[in-house]
């Protein structure tokens, strides 16, 4: 939506290259370059990788397989990136999260987030991914060797 109607003209679509939600695996260096090109202002930038973690609650775990509300997962996202970038003082917010099966050791999420200062980029980051944990329909299956468990809370 244009800034016209109401919007702030950085809106980004379905297909937009700062908010994904995909199968495949993402370069790190890639998504940072991405952020970063996006402004000569940007001074820091402040990221947060969640991993595949083989261990949970206690419990071992072989593998996880994340499952999401197609179209809507997406549009939480989105909600999110723009909610960031009008709430925070921020210039770009990137955010991905896989699905499918994933291993251990594989990247699941990231989020990037570049201000003019750092304190700015944490706390955008951080709020980001706690709302990603909060409101977006995606959900996780842990395979573990006593069978599988869905996940409920998000720590």
Request: glycine share 8%; with cysteine; net charge negative.
């Amino acid at each position: 939506m244009p800034p016209f109607a109401g919007g702030t003209g950085r809106e980004a679509t379905e297909e937009s290259p700062f908010v994904r939600v995909q199968r495949e695996n993402f370069s790190i260096d890639q998504e940072l370059d991405r952020v970063r090109k996006t402004s000569k202002r940007i001074g820091g930038i402040a990221t947060f990788l969640g991993i595949a973690r083989d261990r949970s609650r206690g419990r071992d775990v072989d593998g996880i397989t994340f499952e999401h509300y197609e179209g809507m997962a997406q549009k939480k996202l989105h909600e999110i990136r723009e909610r960031a970038l009008n709430d925070f003082d921020i210039l770009e917010l990137l955010i991905i999260h896989r699905y499918g099966e994933i291993a251990i050791g594989e990247n699941i999420v990231l989020i990037i987030a570049g201000a003019e200062h750092r304190a700015d980029a944490f706390r955008a980051c951080k709020w980001a991914i706690d709302e990603l944990k909060q409101i977006t329909p995606i959900w996780k299956l842990e395979h573990t060797p006593e069978g599988e468990v869905w996940v409920e809370e998000h720590p």
